[in-house]
């Protein structure tokens, strides 16, 4: 069992950057694959980045894809969110996952069903 824990969300104006956090119970971080989603309003949940329990590998969709990076520190059982030039679109509830799987590919590691915890979510609001 894992409980993952988001922080660090609030209100950013376009352009400016913000880290998330997820921190998560157990002594068996170091063996799950991490993602992050975010769901705004109205619309599905989608899939946001992806890092592999020895943080070797890594995905993000294109609409991220060189302004945000995922990274984690097992020591610190947490994985990290790094969103820079934010925009607008952005806004949205992110959500912290983690899956027993690893070595998938991105097909499989960006469908939320390959995923086994899920937090609560943190709210980031893009806005001027």
């Known amino acids: 069992q894992v409980q993952l824990v988001e922080s660090g969300g609030g209100l950013v104006q376009p352009g400016g950057s913000l880290r998330v956090s997820c921190a998560a119970s157990g002594r068996t971080f170091s063996r799950y694959s991490m993602g992050w989603f975010r769901q705004a309003p109205g619309k599905d949940r989608e899939f946001v980045s992806t890092?592999?329990?020895?943080?070797?590998?890594?995905y993000y969709p294109d609409s991220v894809k060189g302004r945000f990076t995922i990274s984690r520190d097992n020591a610190k059982n947490t994985v990290y969110l790094q969103m820079n030039s934010l925009k607008p679109e952005d806004t949205a509830v992110y959500y912290c996952?983690?899956?027993?799987?690893?070595?998938?590919?991105?097909?499989?590691?960006?469908?939320?069903?390959?995923?086994?915890?899920w937090g609560q979510g943190t709210q980031v609001t893009v806005s001027s």
């Open positions: 996952a983690a899956s027993s799987r690893d070595g998938g590919s991105y097909r499989y590691v960006s469908s939320p069903t390959w995923y086994d915890y």
């Open positions: 890092i592999s329990p020895s943080g070797s590998s890594t």
